[in-house]
């Protein structure tokens, strides 16, 4: 069973720092790029983060750019948001997700973890 499972999430306060996991199973994910989206209240899911296979190409949101780091680890299976300085903006349900590494539509989703920045 393929599975992406977040942890991590919590409520933290502005300037503050969170590091978000996400452990992948059920297949071999050398081959993915993974990514982390997030959707704030009322707001559509935009992606955060994005690292391909080898963690040679790195994507951030203007957003988020200095302030968050992805990173992953293939022994481990394991893909990782380093947020630091984290803003009320930040506040938003996390997914981790997954597509194969030259295509274009994520296959695989997490089920989210809560991030809550208070001012």
């Known amino acids: 069973q393929v599975q992406l499972v977040e942890s991590g999430g919590g409520l933290v306060q502005a300037g503050g720092s969170l590091t978000l996991s996400c452990a992948a199973s059920g297949r071999p994910w050398t081959n993915y790029a993974m990514a982390w989206f997030r959707q704030a209240p009322g707001k559509e899911r935009e992606p955060v983060a994005t690292?391909?296979?080898?963690?040679?190409?790195?994507d951030y949101a203007d957003s988020v750019k200095g302030r968050f780091t992805i990173s992953r680890d293939h022994h481990k299976n394991t893909v990782s948001l380093q947020m630091n300085s984290l803003k009320p903006e930040d506040t938003a349900v996390y997914y981790c997700?997954?597509?194969?590494?030259?295509?274009?539509?994520?296959?695989?989703w997490g089920q989210g973890t809560q991030v809550t920045v208070s001012s």
């Open positions: 997700t997954a597509r194969l590494d030259w295509g274009t539509e994520y296959e695989y």
């Open positions: 690292i391909n296979w080898n963690g040679a190409k790195i």
